[in-house]
């Protein structure tokens, strides 16, 4: 009776280290698949209008550039499924407000994206959207744009409004609008909580100073990379917490200042 406890209790150890490394295998293979679809995505070779509001020129700079990010700070695998996931959730809002009886559309009649380009092709956009008709009651047509976000930023959003939370996307929109010619209605800006599936809406004025700055920071990022020169950085020392979330700190803080 002893010796067939000890069996068991060895069997079930071994079935238990075996399960491990099954999960193990099943979770790496994954990981792995996320990250080298991920390393197959083409490299922007313009300055995109939705990383146009970022607080640092130079990082948006270096990505216009191509630089190769730190090694360091490669994007983990369950970062990039939750960037994945957040494009998902942006397609079911978008089926959301058609089966509420708007009249949505992101694609032309060729199924082509909705967007703009300028400055021979350097600075472009994409747009989630336009509405053009829907409910009494609210003006049309209006740029649509959507996010996600976790339960924390979500309720900034509802707290605060775009603006004053998030001001790449704030920037985003105006220039969106700007170059969509969609300034004459607020823009629907649409939030979905990744956590409770809340949803928050907001009617965002165009802003016409804003949209200028935005379009002026392009401008002088394309003019610096022209003459081989490298935009100032945004902080006096790496431990700025922007600098400490870039992707090129370490190669920023480490080398001199040119291209």
Same mark, same amino acid.
């Given at each position: 009776?002893?010796?067939?406890?000890?069996? =068991?209790?060895?069997?079930?150890?071994?079935?238990? &280290?075996?399960?491990?490394?099954? @999960?193990?295998? /099943?979770?790496?293979?994954?990981?792995?698949?996320?990250?080298?679809?991920?390393?197959?995505?083409?490299? *922007?070779?313009?300055? !995109?209008? $939705?990383?146009?509001?970022?607080?640092? &020129? *130079?990082?948006?700079? @270096?990505? @216009?550039?191509?630089?190769?990010?730190?090694?360091?700070?490669?994007?983990?695998?369950?970062?990039?499924?939750?960037?994945?996931? !957040?494009?998902?959730?942006?397609?079911?809002?978008?089926?959301?407000?058609?089966?509420?009886?708007?009249?949505?559309?992101?694609?032309?009649?060729?199924?082509?994206?909705?967007?703009? $380009?300028?400055?021979?092709?350097?600075?472009?956009?994409? %747009?989630?959207?336009?509405?053009?008709?829907?409910?009494?009651?609210?003006?049309?047509?209006?740029?649509?744009?959507?996010?996600?976000?976790?339960?924390?930023?979500?309720?900034?959003?509802? *707290? #605060?409004?775009?603006?004053?939370?998030?001001?790449?996307? +704030?920037?985003? %929109?105006?220039?969106?609008?700007?170059?969509?010619?969609?300034?004459?209605?607020?823009?629907?800006? =649409?939030?979905?909580?990744?956590? =409770?599936?809340?949803? @928050?809406?907001?009617?965002?004025?165009?802003?016409? /100073?804003?949209?200028? #700055?935005? &379009?002026?920071?392009?401008?002088?990022?394309?003019? +610096?990379? #022209?003459?081989?020169?490298?935009?100032?950085?945004?902080?006096?020392?790496?431990?700025?917490?922007?600098?400490?979330?870039?992707?090129? *700190?370490?190669?920023?803080?480490?080398?001199?200042?040119?291209?």
């Amino acid at each position: 009776w002893q010796q067939s406890g000890l069996n =068991t209790q060895s069997e079930r150890k071994m079935k238990s &280290s075996h399960l491990e490394q099954t @999960y193990k295998i /099943l979770s790496d293979a994954v990981d792995k698949g996320v990250k080298d679809k991920n390393k197959e995505q083409k490299k *922007r070779t313009y300055l !995109g209008a $939705s990383s146009l509001g970022d607080s640092c &020129s *130079r990082k948006i700079q @270096y990505r @216009y550039m191509g630089k190769t990010p730190d090694e360091s700070s490669d994007f983990s695998a369950k970062l990039l499924r939750i960037f994945e996931f !957040g494009h998902v959730i942006e397609d079911m809002a978008h089926g959301w407000l058609v089966n509420a009886g708007f009249d949505l559309r992101s694609t032309d009649k060729n199924g082509k994206q909705f967007g703009f $380009s300028i400055a021979d092709d350097q600075v472009k956009g994409h %747009i989630d959207g336009v509405v053009c008709g829907g409910p009494d009651g609210i003006k049309y047509p209006m740029l649509w744009e959507c996010k996600s976000a976790n339960d924390r930023s979500f309720n900034e959003f509802v *707290r #605060k409004g775009v603006a004053a939370t998030n001001q790449t996307y +704030a920037s985003q %929109i105006a220039l969106y609008q700007a170059y969509m010619n969609l300034t004459d209605n607020p823009a629907l800006f =649409t939030v979905i909580n990744k956590n =409770t599936c809340e949803i @928050y809406y907001e009617l965002v004025t165009f802003d016409k /100073l804003l949209a200028q #700055k935005t &379009s002026d920071k392009a401008v002088q990022i394309l003019t +610096a990379v #022209k003459h081989n020169e490298m935009l100032p950085r945004i902080a006096v020392n790496s431990d700025y917490f922007s600098c400490k979330r870039c992707e090129f *700190r370490i190669s920023c803080w480490s080398k001199p200042e040119q291209l």
